[in-house]
Nanobody, 125 residues
Framework: VQLQASGGGLVQAGDSLRVSCVTS????????LGWFRQAPGKEREFVAG????????YYADSVKGRFTISRDKAKNTVYLQMNSLKPEDTAVYSC???????????????????WGQGTQVTVSS
């Protein structure tokens, strides 16, 4: 299983950015794809998640209403559209895949089995 994240960059506060995560090797049965981020000196935190089958979505309170997670089944890709970016959104964003993750554990990074490398998102004020 491989997950390849891309699309990060340097933007200004208020701008938008979309990061992508291409997956390979997943069978997609009972799979949840998630985006996590880690800022310098902080722990990795949940940003958003999506059920591959069914499409149910989950968000951290800090990004709700600004970020949108989606997936393209034909391309085996999950996206994170980030709008109204703030300096505090600056972090390395990583995608992850979890098998059999229950709803109450979607935000728990320990429930995810596979991780991709991160992509840096920097928001200047």
């Amino acid at each position: 299983v491989q997950l390849q994240a891309s699309g990060g960059g340097l933007v200004q506060a208020g701008d938008s950015l979309r990061v992508s995560c291409v997956t390979s090797g997943l069978t997609f049965n009972h799979v949840t794809l998630g985006w996590f981020r880690q800022a310098p000196g902080k722990e990795r935190e949940f940003v958003a998640g999506i059920r591959w089958n069914g499409g149910a979505t989950y968000y951290a309170d800090s990004v709700k209403g600004r970020f949108t997670i989606s997936r393209d089944k034909a391309k085996n890709t999950v996206y994170l559209q980030m709008n109204s970016l703030k300096p505090e959104d600056t972090a390395v964003y990583s995608c992850a895949a979890g098998i059999g993750v229950i709803v109450s554990s979607v935000r728990d990074r320990g429930q995810y089995d596979y991780w991709g490398q991160g992509t840096q998102v920097t928001v200047s004020s």
